[in-house]
């Protein structure tokens, strides 16, 4: 089983800029479709980002589509996020999920996800 787990979160200003890692064991992430998600209090799981298993397609919420980049190391095993010009509504906890489908990365049903990293953006 893929197990995931997700680092770099932490307090910025807005306008700044942080890259979140997903770091995979148990299994390689190359057959994975992976993307990251992010919750914030109160408020439902929304997708932010998604990337296929060979890189070819990337897919991003109109919300953060210019400002976010999703991309993936299959030699590390590891998806990255990189976040720029960050506002205090990204504001959230990061997940990471992994499926063999993309469909299923897409509509929030991957089987694997990891514990969350935060991320607060100050105003």
């Known amino acids: 089983q893929v197990q995931l787990v997700e680092s770099g979160g932490g307090l910025v200003q807005a306008g700044g800029s942080l890259r979140l890692s997903c770091a995979a064991s148990?299994?390689?992430?190359?057959?994975?479709?992976m993307g990251w998600f992010r919750q914030a209090p109160g408020k439902e799981r929304e997708f932010v980002a998604a990337?296929?298993?060979?890189?070819?397609?990337?897919d991003y919420a109109d919300s953060v589509k210019g400002r976010f980049t999703i991309s993936r190391d299959n030699a590390k095993n590891t998806v990255y996020l990189q976040m720029n010009r960050l506002k205090p509504e990204d504001t959230a906890v990061y997940y990471c999920?992994?499926?063999?489908?993309?469909?299923?990365?897409?509509?929030?049903?991957?089987?694997?996800w990891g514990q969350g990293t935060q991320v607060t953006v100050s105003s």
């Open positions: 999920a992994a499926d063999y489908s993309r469909a299923a990365v897409l509509g929030g049903t991957a089987a694997r």
């Open positions: 148990g299994r390689t992430l190359s057959d994975h479709a």
């Open positions: 990337i296929s298993q060979s890189s070819g397609t990337t």
